[in-house]
Nanobody, 120 residues
Framework: VQLQASGGGLVQAGGSLRLSCAAS????????LGWYRQVPGKQRELVAA???????DYADSVKGRFTISRDNAKNTVYLQMNSLKPEDTAVYFC???????????????WGQGTLVTVSS
């Protein structure tokens, strides 16, 4: 099982990027939790997430600019990032709980991360 993140890159301030994270492998069920980001020397922080009630939650710093969505049929989660700022520069990670076939428990998985660089 793996989570493959993509879509990062270099963009100018004010621009947009769309990140994708697809889960593949021996998957019986998946609960996509959200997107996080990390800057070197700092803790990983939550950017956007799906709540247990099915709604979404965002860090204050990205509210109104970022949108999280998912395609359950494709086991894929997206992060649409608009009006990007230099302070959004980070490595972005997706996170999900996955149950494999013939397993009775969920395992938490992290994507490998995709780098987003916003120039001023």
């Amino acid at each position: 099982v793996q989570l493959q993140a993509s879509g990062g890159g270099l963009v100018q301030a004010g621009g947009s990027l769309r990140l994708s994270c697809a889960a593949s492998g021996n998957i019986f069920s998946i609960n996509i939790l959200g997107w996080y980001r990390q800057v070197p020397g700092k803790q990983r922080e939550l950017v956007a997430a799906f709540t247990s009630g099915g709604s979404t939650d965002y860090a204050d710093s990205v509210k109104g600019r970022f949108t999280i969505s998912r395609d359950n049929a494709k086991n894929t989660v997206y992060l649409q990032m608009n009006s990007l700022k230099p302070e959004d520069t980070a490595v972005y990670f997706c996170n999900a709980d996955i149950r494999r076939y013939w397993s009775s428990s969920n395992i938490n998985y992290w994507g490998q991360g995709t780098l987003v660089t916003v120039s001023s």
